[in-house]
């Protein structure tokens, strides 16, 4: 599986790349800015970005539900969550807590131990794309055939997450006492 | 497609993750930076799936699922969050305290000065004297 060198990087790994840099960049500014909107509409982009790097690797239907649930539901639910709040529009300088600095010391060393590790284990590994590996139908026929149980514990768990969710944030919904 | 490259960005968004996780006071922000940790690991289990030639698409249909239970997730934390923002009009991690470790300047060596600790704590009367780090914790937790 070492078919080529790790550079310089082929047509493929320079699109996955650069959409890589632009998650990884907008990942850094949803976790820094002072808007707590613009986190918000910063993780769409992320996400997106992120959904290119899925269709590069041949997950066009992993891709599709990214755009579809990432970008389409939870950023708006978020953005529901932050009106509902009352979140500051503007910029606000509460937006981070004191420990700071201890937080950036440990995600640095989380980040150097991981891509150490990772480029230590997985430098000689080569994936080579082949198209429509994950398109729907490959991917559904596999959800349906082979891990169809683990699909409908799922929807259990989502339809059980969901009504939770009504109850805690409905108020005229109380305990028995 | 070498396999370093997805690997690297994972790592590099599950470190941003854990940076906004422990950084942020805001639970939605917090909650935004699980969501990216969540990605992080969605996009290691699409990428080993395409280098492992998984016969039953593992890797991918596991993504699903993590995203399916991101959303659950994210719709209980959000509807805690929203109830805890109704109780005490405020979102913040470290002024959520109230399980925290009992500091003696603060409480008396029985706990907590209140039974419940649910009404009566007014967010403003204790300003960070303690406990945030068992406040952050549950934040992250979340």
């Not at chain 2, 997805?6 to 940076?19: I, K, M, R």
């Not at chain 2, 500091?103 to 706990?111: L, M, N, Q, S, Y």
């Amino acid at each position: 599986m070492t078919a080529t060198a790790l550079w310089p990087p082929t047509a493929q790994e320079v699109v996955f790349l650069l959409l890589g840099v632009v998650a990884a960049a907008s990942a850094l500014l949803v976790v820094t800015t002072r808007q707590i909107v613009h986190a918000a509409l910063w993780l769409v982009v992320s996400f997106g970005a992120l959904a290119g790097c899925y269709l590069v690797l041949t997950a066009e239907f992993v891709a599709w539900v990214q755009v579809l649930i990432y970008v389409g539901a939870v950023v708006v639910l978020l953005l529901f969550g932050i009106m509902l709040t009352r979140a500051p529009i503007g910029p606000s300088a509460d937006l981070n807590s004191g420990n700071k600095v201890m937080a950036a010391i440990v995600a640095l060393a989380t980040a150097a131990v991981l891509v150490t590790t990772v480029i230590d284990g997985f430098r000689l590994a080569y994936a080579p794309l082949t198209p429509g590996e994950g398109a729907a139908k490959p991917l559904g026929a596999s959800i349906f055939r082979n891990w169809v149980l683990p699909f409908e514990a799922l929807s259990v768990l989502l339809l059980a997450a969901l009504i939770g969710a009504i109850v805690i944030s409905r108020t005229d919904i109380g305990g028995k006492d | 497609m070498h396999v370093v490259y997805p690997a690297v960005l994972a790592a590099l968004l599950f470190s941003t993750g854990v940076y906004g996780v422990l950084a942020r006071r805001n639970t939605i922000l917090v909650l935004m930076s699980v969501e990216l940790m969540l990605n992080a690991v969605n996009i290691n289990l699409v990428a080993f799936d395409v280098w492992l030639r998984d016969a039953l698409h593992g890797g991918q249909v596991l993504t699903l699922f993590v995203i399916v239970i991101a959303a659950a997730e994210l719709g209980v934390g959000l509807a805690i969050v929203l109830a805890v923002f109704r109780n005490r009009q405020t979102v913040a991690v470290d002024r959520l305290h109230d399980l925290a470790e009992p500091e003696d300047d603060r409480t008396g060596p029985g706990g907590p000065d209140t039974p419940d600790g649910s009404d009566a704590s007014d967010p403003q009367d204790a300003p960070d004297a303690g406990g945030t780090r068992g406040a952050r914790a549950r934040g992250g937790a979340a």
